[in-house]
């Protein structure tokens, strides 16, 4: 009787909330209005109020379109994007990270292939071939690009005149050799905080793209590679040992693990540091700072001679949009995605943001610093990008890849032990995966 | 009382307190106990977020978490918790009550020390990891800064980046915010001990140490068996603080059952497999809970 009562209570509970979503989608029927839903990760003060003013203008231009929007943190969207897809109600228009993260949605059926929307020369004309190419999976297109971000390392010009480097250092060579001179000359020589694990890997991430073949990577990040073969390269540990090395050489700050990103860009701000592996959308927010007084500039993270991957890539990925299969209006859907990116907008997104738009063209010396204009440029040459590490491969081996880029920067951890924990995750991924 | 009849009274009589616990045991049903059996049905499947099916896998997950480092890991770090806890939190707090209702104290300060202790259980726990992590800096943070300025600097550490250290330094958060709330409570407690037992042991000439294990103690023994099994049942569901400071890094040497279970379901999209750890994290406040039922069943006989 009791359990009777019980199972009432919940489907009286269960059927108001439909009673309720019912309600919703009549009235906006009634009103033969199309209702969008769109959820991203840009709820900041700038950020918003760009998303506010593209959503009000769309609307203003299609009256009969309503496009709720709903925003979250980027560490928050991680849980609230599971949540909305566990619980069926998609949104129409969601952002995801490329790589590996928005594949575990297309492989669920849950982004729609918008390969046709995109092939007008008039719409994907407007992205980098690399930046576009970030959406694609198995030829097929999946996502909207808005903004283009990579990784640079970020030098303060004159601590490095200071010990003599006047040239930016073009491989590895030069670049621990500079590194040593700082260090002898009691200079920190790069700021780094893992205290949010995030940061580690996308050294590590760059240092796999050298040191391990390309095919070879892919197949272990896609988890197609034989079991006994999945992340056995040796190029794995190597690359592991290059970012230790940075610890145990004293080219790191001490005890990264107790810093975050935050506070270490703010010590490398001041000038207490000569270098820091920086996103480009960090770069304004130089200005102001003693390293603006001292002078920047930037190099990608330099070639390794003799490394068996590839050399000329770039670490970094876009950020964008892509669309559910059960979005009712897709074209409505795509036609608001083809407004976010169009020239104008895409100059808004920059002027509001201080972010560089994925638009060819947007970032113009108007909004952006010189740095930012030229690591666009920097972008549009890449013969390709190396996406970040821990939304490029599954997720627990993310997992064991973020955990090991704070244990190497610990006392015992060995880059053996650490691959050995990153190759067992890939193998129980691979298994549940079937 | 109008058309009313007896009869009727009788009947509102009986249904009144079943009317006014309906929306509560409604909402129990709807946001406890319902989840609590869907956890038990997810935790012998393995599910993520975006699989289209569950595959039934009956203890498989279980048999998972037995052979999982990390879950041995995390675990070791509640039981560590609860250890320290109950030291600090229950022991040292009855401790601080007995002297500060002792009389040894001027009747301010006793006032100024119970404020002051009580203070931080008031502060939200995102204001204190904020504030820890800022004071246990490498170098600049506070902490090492004390320990260098007594010449104690060899004992300066990365407190929340080293593996050896973050725990214990979380856990030391925790035992800072919530002594001074048991404290008082225990003041309460040891209020509620007639003054006559103390006047009569000091006729007898018994000596301050005398009277708080003669008296004080046994005199509070019930809200020391509260204080006690509440102080558990935090330690095994602490999450909080230790996601708001370290999110159970460095290399997960800070994971607590808690935050393992979180990483699980929504970094690591293995829903199944975190609601196995949550079942455990149940079982195991069961077990306290049973014990806590069987003690008051005890007292009341």
Known sequence: ?434 | MGGLTRKHHRLAAALGPYVALAPVLGLLSVFLYLPLIFDVIYSTHEWSSLSPTWRYVGLGNFQGLLADPLFWQSLRGNILYAAVSLVFQVAFALMLAAILESGLLRIRWSGFFRIAFFLPSIMPITVIGLLWQILYQPDVGLIDQALKAVGLGAYAHAWLGEEATVLPAIIAVSQWQWTGYLTVLFIVAIRGIPRELYEAAEIDGARAWRKFWHITVPGVSETTVLMTLITIFGAIKVFDIVWVMTAGGPNNASDVLGSYMYRSAFRDDRVGYASAIAVVMFVLCSIVGGLQLRWSQRRSL
């Not at chain 1, 719409?123 to 190419?133: E, K, M, Q, S, V």
């Not at chain 1, 200079?187 to 694990?197: E, M, R, V």
């Not at chain 1, 440029?377 to 590490?389: D, Q």
């Not at chain 1, 067992?424 to 079937?434: H, I």
Request: charged share 20%; with cysteine.
């Open chain 1, 1 to 434: 009787m009791k359990r009777r009562r019980f199972t009432a209570t919940a489907l009286a509970a269960a059927g108001t909330s439909l009673a309720a979503n019912a309600l919703g989608t009549r009235s906006a029927a009634a009103q033969n209005k199309v209702v969008l839903s769109f959820l991203h990760k840009w709820p900041e003060p700038n950020n918003i109020r760009f998303f506010r003013q593209a959503v009000a203008a769309f609307e203003a231009a299609h009256p009969n379109v309503k496009i709720n929007m709903d925003a979250v943190a980027d560490d928050p969207y991680k849980t609230k994007i599971r949540v909305v897809m566990a619980s069926g109600q998609i949104p129409d228009i969601y952002f995801t990270w490329v790589g590996e993260y928005t594949r575990q949605f297309i492989r669920a059926g849950r982004v729609l292939d918008i390969t046709k929307y995109l092939a007008a020369p008039d719409w994907h004309g407007r992205f980098a071939p690399a930046t576009l190419d970030a959406y694609r999976t198995d030829g097929k297109l999946y996502g909207v690009p808005i903004e283009v971000d990579a990784k640079f390392m970020v030098c303060n010009k004159a601590l490095l005149a200071k010990v003599g480097v006047t040239a930016l250092p073009a491989d590895w060579p030069a670049f621990t050799a500079a590194l040593n001179k700082l260090k002898a000359a009691s200079i920190t020589p790069i700021a780094f905080g893992s205290q949010l694990a995030w940061a580690t890997v996308h050294y590590i991430g760059d240092l796999n793209a050298k040191l391990v073949p390309p095919d070879v990577r892919k197949a272990d990040y896609t988890l197609r590679a034989p079991v006994a073969e999945l992340f056995t390269d040796p190029g794995y540990v190597d690359a592991m040992a290059h970012y230790r090395a940075f610890l145990t050489n004293g080219w790191f700050n001490k005890t990264p693990n107790a810093l975050t990103h935050a506070a270490a860009r703010a010590s490398f701000y001041a000038g207490r540091a000569a270098m820091m592996y920086q996103e480009l959308v960090e770069f304004g927010l130089a200005a102001g700072t003693k390293l603006a007084a001292d002078g920047w500039d930037f190099f990608p993270m330099p070639a390794i001679p003799g490394g068996r991957g590839r050399q000329d890539l770039l670490t970094g990925a876009p950020d964008g949009f892509v669309v559910s299969p059960t979005c009712k209006h897709p074209d409505v859907a795509m036609a608001f995605l083809n407004f976010l990116t169009t020239r104008s907008q895409g100059e808004a997104f920059t002027a509001a943001t201080h972010r560089p738009s994925a638009v060819i063209g947007a970032v113009t010396a108007k909004d952006a610093l010189p740095q930012t204009l030229r690591g666009i440029e920097a972008i549009g040459r890449a013969k390709g990008m190396v996406l970040w590490l821990d939304t490029d491969v599954e997720a627990r081996v993310a997992s064991a890849f973020l955990a090991a880029g704070q244990g190497l920067m610990g006392s015992h951890e060995t880059p053996e032990q650490a691959m050995q924990k990153v190759r067992a995750a890939a193998v129980a991924a691979q298994k549940a995966r079937g």
